[in-house]
T-cell receptor, first 114, second 114 residues
């Protein structure tokens, strides 16, 4: 069965630090890739997505992610985090060969210290 | 952008009663809707896939007689938790897939069973 793994369950950073959250998925043919964010007390919001084209994807709020097909990875990055980035981040992969099933990573809880 | 609503956002019910949660796509038609459950500190888990006009497809381990799903129209799916118990307390999220195969998530429903 397809799977998605996020390497860190908890990350604590200081403001202005750089961020990289890992996301790897199992082989499953053609994929669409997503990062979602859930701020405390709020619902899931789409940060960015990759369907095709340039593997470096720019999202909202200064986030970007790079799709590296050979590594089955889609890591999320931000050069300088802010306190308001404190949230839980979920990577999700749409395996198109499996009836578009969306598989979620376990999430990474990010805490930014002011 | 596409909007998915859920109602209610929070519900508290007594053990043994049934609760219905509605999921609506407000400005697009969704032939497929998904129901997820989020356990504390864990990822979203897909419970079932609901196609308009047909029976829902349940994931392994999800009791279809306990979690009744109805997808009567292209904009509405309902999840009924029958004979709820405290272990059913959770955060339930629906999503709707548009014709471009992108999923839009509802804000979620917090169910507490006392």
């Amino acid at each position: 069965a397809q799977s998605v793994s996020q390497h860190n369950h908890h990350v604590i950073l200081s403001e202005a630090a750089s961020l990289e959250l890992g996301c790897n998925y199992s082989y499953g043919g053609t994929v669409n890739l997503f990062w979602y964010v859930q701020y405390p007390g709020q619902h899931l919001q789409l940060l960015l997505k990759y369907f095709s084209g340039d593997p470096l994807v720019k999202g909202i709020k200064g986030f970007e992610a790079e799709f590296i097909k050979s590594k089955f990875s889609f890591n999320l990055r931000k050069p300088s985090v802010q306190w308001s980035d404190t949230a839980e981040y979920f990577c999700a992969v749409n395996f198109m060969d499996s009836n578009y099933q969306l598989i979620w990573g376990a999430g990474t809880k990010l805490i930014i210290k002011p | 952008g596409a909007v998915v609503s859920q109602h209610p956002s929070r519900v508290i019910c007594k053990s043994g009663t049934s609760v219905k949660i509605e999921c609506r796509s407000l400005d697009f038609q969704a032939t497929t809707m998904f129901w997820y459950r989020q356990f504390p500190k864990q990822s979203l888990m897909l419970m079932a896939t609901s196609n308009e006009g047909s029976k829902a497809t349940y994931e392994q381990g999800v009791e279809k007689d306990k979690f009744l799903i109805n997808h009567a129209s292209l904009t509405l799916s309902t999840l009924t938790v029958t004979s709820a118990h405290p272990e059913d307390s959770s955060f339930y999220i629906c999503s709707a897939r548009d014709i471009g195969n992108e999923q839009y998530f509802g804000p979620g429903t917090r169910l507490t069973v006392t």
